[in-house]
């Protein structure tokens, strides 16, 4: 069987230099969205035989990452292939809806957000007479919320990763308002606002407006990208957290409710390691339970870069050489008897699931330490769906993709106690740093108006 390889994205790369204090951090509600990044870089080295980067980064940057990642093998695509690709990715992430049905996002990007546990709203800020348009989030209390920064935290990384990339096409979605056809970007949305309200006075500067609509667009042509660079290299991806949310959302717009319930299946309880709905001809869909591996590998080390080197050494053992061995099968099933293939190889996988948990689970003062992973296997792709477009470099190919859930990640984080501590130790301060300012609106306002602000009407 070949060595299972999987490709890296910059991101994540980018974010394990922060938390490894290479790279000062400037932003400090990114720090746990850098944590994430490193979940990420060290369940690819457990899961992989080999690991690879695309090397595109521009040359003030390219020699320190280079050094820094010495067990990854980094090759320059070929420059036609490069540009090909993002080119297609460009134009899928345009052609993503960043929809707003009255105040709220609806449609494709709603999806998004519920992989994000986050409710946007555009709002009126109220201030004495003026009043200044806000992209704000919706919070069950204003006074306690972390999750909140903690995601925009993970916008707050993506926006220096096109700037360290080399020149890319325009990847910005297309603006659209229900009853509102005219409107398609940003600027027509806020100038279409504006003449609707004459006490209008600006737009207030701790609006996410801009960071969301770039963030999504970025998600969808990084999503793009990296799928279809990593097929051509016959490698599975391991995607920034960001990227991870964007495709579970496309597996909720494709299959509404299958992924909810999936997920908050394995939440629900602590017996089962994995849960799956598979269809008569052989197409599944399935959310798997494993151990939080950073939470392990700090409790057994002192700072991020021991544990990098400790994930090195465990690769080899049988237990991750077999969960590769049933990832990758699921890679290679027959169209005959695929269902009765599938249902093997989730049984087996199940129980490796289960004996990693037993392993390496750790439990903190919040309890276990464990994350959801959404999985699709058998897929034949069709032309039309959100899945068939971002997958188009596997069209009616079986094949199968992992995505952790970000919410249960980030949920993992909060809760690694006095473990925390020793995952930031080598974090390096920017000389000035900020932490993220967004607008909040309580929950039981949605729908309602007080003197501090309301809910857009279109």
């Not at 737009?203 to 051509?232: I, K, P």
């Amino acid at each position: 069987m070949a060595p299972r390889r999987i490709l890296i994205d910059n991101a994540t790369l980018g974010g394990v230099e922060r938390i490894t204090g290479r790279v000062r951090t400037a932003s400090l509600d990114q720090v746990d969205n850098d944590v994430l990044c490193l979940e990420r870089l060290v369940t690819a080295i457990l899961f992989s035989d080999e690991l690879i980067a695309v090397d595109d980064y521009k040359d003030s940057y390219r020699a320190q990452r280079l050094k820094a990642f010495d067990y990854v093998r980094f090759q320059k695509p070929d420059p036609a292939v490069r540009k090909s690709v993002a080119e297609e990715a460009a134009a899928f992430a345009r052609g993503m809806m960043f929809s707003f049905d009255g105040a709220e996002p609806a449609a494709d990007v709603a999806a998004f957000f519920e992989a994000l546990r986050i409710e946007p709203q555009l709002r009126w800020d109220i201030f004495v007479s003026s009043e200044y348009l806000t992209l704000a989030l919706l919070v069950r209390d204003t006074r306690h919320a972390s999750y909140e920064h903690r995601i925009d935290g993970a916008f707050t990384g993506e926006t220096s990763d096109p700037e360290r990339s080399a020149d890319l096409p325009d990847h910005t979605p297309t603006i659209s308002v229900v009853s509102r056809p005219a409107i398609g970007d940003v600027k027509e949305l806020v100038r279409a606002l504006a003449s609707g309200n004459p006490t209008y006075a600006g737009t207030h500067a701790n609006s996410m407006l801009d960071r969301l609509v770039f963030g999504y667009g970025w998600a969808a042509e990084r999503s793009y990208f990296y799928n279809a660079l990593a097929d051509r290299e016959a490698a599975d991806v391991s995607l920034a957290p960001l990227r991870d949310a964007f495709c579970e959302s496309c597996c909720r717009i494709d299959h509404p409710g299958q992924v909810g319930s999936l997920i908050e299946a394995l939440k629900r309880t602590t017996r089962k390691s994995l849960e799956a709905i598979l269809e008569p001809d052989g197409r599944a869909r399935f959310a798997m339970r494993l151990p939080f591996f950073v939470s392990y590998l700090i409790s057994k080390t002192d700072n991020p870069d021991q544990c990098i080197e400790l994930a090195l050494s465990f690769r080899s053992r049988p237990e991750f050489a077999g969960c590769r061995t049933l990832l990758d099968n699921l890679h290679h099933l027959s169209p005959a008897d695929r269902t009765r293939e599938i249902n093997g190889i989730l049984r087996h996988l199940e129980q490796a699931c289960a004996d990693l948990m037993r392993r390496y689970e750790v439990s903190t003062h919040g309890g276990p330490q464990y994350s959801v992973s959404l999985g699709l296997s058998g897929i034949s792709i069709g032309t039309s769906a959100k899945l068939s477009q971002l997958f188009r470099s596997y069209r009616n190919r079986p094949f199968a993709r992992v995505f952790r859930n970000i919410a249960q990640d980030m949920l993992n984080v909060e809760r690694m106690g006095i473990l925390h501590d020793r995952i930031r130790s080598s974090l390096r301060e920017h000389p000035s740093p900020r932490w993220s300012r967004i607008s909040m609106a309580p929950r039981a306002l949605r729908q309602r108006e007080n003197e501090h602000g309301r809910p857009v009407d279109f």
